[in-house]
């Protein structure tokens, strides 16, 4: 038998419990759609404006891969590469081998009379184009007196025209290549001696006054130095140290005080440690200004907090169970830890480590303070050499005017983002191969 359910609330009476209930329960499920919603437009604004950042300088980096070249009929002259005919190696690499390129660029339009147009002429071509010159008759003496086709690598401003960062069809008094040598470019172009070809050279070459003939090498080899010895030096200690704290030390106000300090100095901005650095490793121990050993040292201590902290909680996360079993069977305390639990928790600790190089590789400031922002032009080949690293080398290029070093600063940004998303790749791998679920 049905019966006839009461209504939910009668007139001048208060509403029932439930319905209060019931009502309540509405608005919170309410307000948590509007926070759920809120925090999913958080989340997609903050992806589309990394979106925009990478897109820009993607954009405005990739053409840096690509290097235009020109070619020209070269010819080797006798006279001005080996006045003497001796065939001395100091002598060839002496010659005069861009008045070369200026008489083969006279040759191929021999309009161009007037100096301040010949001038604007030899611009086509980078100073550059002497070294791959020399670099020939250094590797086959034999073409001294012959002429050749050779593929030069173009001026800046020529580059920048045709990759179309240089809008041909600005007015002349704005644009910074003239209609003169707009012609020229085309009459190369109508002959098929203008090319892109990818730029090696971007990677194989060190820093340089003309954009053209800028490349990263230094900056790479600088960087591998300074990380390799940082990870030398910050690996063992602050493994070492996280297994004394955590292990070992006795518990008083001594170790409370150390822990946080090295939580603190997870904290400090990183120009402070560039300031000890220069303070404590030059101006005191002696340590060479500008290269990878003292900018190791200065990283090893930005780190060292960071590492400290991860291997800690990674020796928290092994079970005690672990410790016991082991000291159980005889095993002393060392040989409980270094046989036993450091071995599993170290996954956790390389994770750490490979996240405090990456944080290291990204640094700019506490090198900057040890003057490894100076001009290096050949790549370091040790620790105690005159080094540069990636950061500063962006930051350096940043700060010039010329069009070209533009797209040079952001194709080194997209390198650095390259190996800076593949270390914390690794990282995220080597946690989910080797970490163990309790």
């Known amino acids: 038998m049905n019966r006839r359910q009461p209504p939910a609330s009668t007139a001048g009476q208060p509403p029932r419990t439930i319905d209060r209930i019931n009502a309540g329960l509405a608005r919170r499920y309410a307000r948590e759609r509007r926070f759920r919603r809120l925090g999913r437009l958080a989340v997609f604004t903050g992806i589309g404006f ?75 071509v980078s100073q550059g184009a002497a070294l791959t010159l020399r670099d020939q008759v250094a590797r086959d003496p034999a073409i001294i007196g012959t002429r050749q086709s050779v593929w030069l690598l173009a001026g800046d401003d020529i ?11 600005t007015p002349a008094s704005s644009r910074r290549v003239s209609d003169r040598t707009l012609a020229w470019v ?28 800028a490349g990263i090498a230094g900056a790479l080899k600088g960087s591998f130095y300074t990380l390799a010895l940082t990870l030398l030096l910050s690996f063992p200690i602050g493994v070492g140290a996280a297994l004394y704290l955590e292990e070992f030390a006795p518990r008083n106000r001594w170790t409370d005080l150390i822990e946080v300090n090295i939580n603190n100095l997870a904290a400090v901005p990183s ?97 900057l303070m040890i003057g490894m922002i100076a001009f290096i032009a050949d790549p370091p080949s040790g620790i105690t050499d005159p080094a540069t690293v990636l950061p500063v080398q962006i930051y350096l290029w940043a700060d010039s005017p010329e069009r070209a070093f533009v797209e040079r600063t952001s194709a080194a940004i997209m390198v650095l983002l390259g190996f800076l998303v593949a270390m914390n790749l690794l990282a995220v791998m080597l946690r989910r191969k080797f970490e163990r679920r309790w």
């Open 50 to 124: 990394v979106s925009i950042l990478f897109i820009d300088i993607f954009l405005k980096g990739h053409t840096a891969f690509r290097q235009t070249v020109i070619r020209l009929d070269i010819a080797y002259d006798p006279a001005v590469i080996d006045p003497a005919g001796s065939g001395d190696p100091a002598q060839l690499l002496r010659a005069d081998y861009f008045g070369l390129v200026k008489q083969a660029l006279r040759e191929r339009f021999p309009e161009a009379t007037d100096r301040r147009v010949l001038r604007e002429l030899y611009r086509l």
């Open 159 to 169: 580059d920048m025209l045709i990759k179309g960062h240089i809008d041909r069809f």
């Open 186 to 213: 085309d009459s190369l172009a109508a002959a098929g001696s203008i090319d892109r070809r990818f730029n090696l050279n971007f990677f194989l070459a060190g820093d340089s006054r003309q954009p053209e003939m």
């Open 271 to 367: 120009i402070i440690f560039g300031l000890l650095g220069l303070a404590v490793f030059i101006n005191f121990f002696g340590v060479p200004r500008s290269t990878p050993l003292v900018g190791a040292l200065v990283l090893t201590l930005m780190t060292l907090p960071t590492i400290i902290i991860a291997s800690r909680s990674a020796l928290r996360s092994v079970p005690p169970s672990i410790r016991d079993g082991a000291l159980g069977v005889g095993a002393s305390p060392l040989q409980t830890q270094l046989h036993h639990v450091l071995p599993l928790a170290l996954p956790g600790m390389l994770t750490g480590t490979i996240i405090g190089m990456a944080q290291a590789l990204g640094e700019t400031a506490p090198l």
